[in-house]
């Protein structure tokens, strides 16, 4: 998520500093720790201004949440809306996704959810995408057998290729839609997602089960 710079985004960030996990390797394996009494740990990657994320927390108090984004002015502005809810179970790292096994330790998560990540259209840029099958791999290895990540996108090229990755992993895709509020609203909508679901266009979501599996061969030429 890009954003401009804040030139108060320190003194704003030691103020939400009960949120933010500065060191999130030395919690590998015992996140739970943070929430003894947890039923289950969710993590959201890339939560942006964190609306999803801490409207999820919210409806779900005995969830531990952790949400992942490495643009810091955004991730601020998450941790102040938590807050100033005052949530108890979430909690916010600043890094790269693609850094989740230094992070989380195997079969650690219960849920993962994928909202609106960046499409990166370019065919060159294919393996950058979060559902490209390199992620699946890591997402697989940190979140437990049988355990689900949720994605949601608007953009429905991406949406496409997400999907022939995910059987070309051989992994299990449930409640599969391509128009998920065309009956009206379901479940929590990031920010993004309220502004796009007002503009007419369609919201694409499907719930995909983790298991371990072996790297499929990539192909000489990626589909979009």
Request: with cysteine; proline share 5%.
């Amino acid at each position: 998520m890009r954003m401009r710079r804040m030139r108060n985004l320190e003194p704003r960030m030691e103020k939400c500093a009960a949120y933010r996990i500065t060191e999130p390797e030395l919690k590998k394996g015992s996140w739970r720790e943070l929430m003894p009494e947890c039923t289950a740990l969710w993590v959201e990657v890339g939560c942006g201004k964190g609306k999803f994320t801490a409207e999820t927390a919210q409806a779900n108090p005995t969830v531990l949440m952790i949400a992942v984004e490495r643009c810091r002015e955004a991730m601020v502005v998450a941790m102040e809306k938590a807050k100033a809810m005052g949530l108890k179970n979430v909690f916010y790292i600043d890094m790269d996704v693609a850094n989740m096994e230094e992070v989380f330790a195997a079969q650690e998560i219960d849920r993962l959810f994928i909202n609106f990540p960046d499409p990166w259209p370019r065919k060159k840029n294919a393996k950058r995408r979060l559902t490209h099958r390199g992620f699946l791999d890591k997402y697989c290895q940190v979140v437990r057998t049988g355990g689900e990540f949720h994605f949601k996108t608007d953009n429905a090229p991406l949406f496409e290729f997400s999907v022939e990755e995910f059987a070309a992993c051989g992994l299990q895709v449930n409640n599969l839609t391509r128009d998920l509020h065309k009956d009206g609203i379901v479940g929590i909508m990031t920010g993004y997602e309220e502004k796009f679901h007002a503009l007419g266009t369609p919201i694409n979501r499907c719930e995909v089960v983790c298991k371990p599996f072996v790297m499929p061969k990539e192909e000489k030429k990626e589909t979009v």
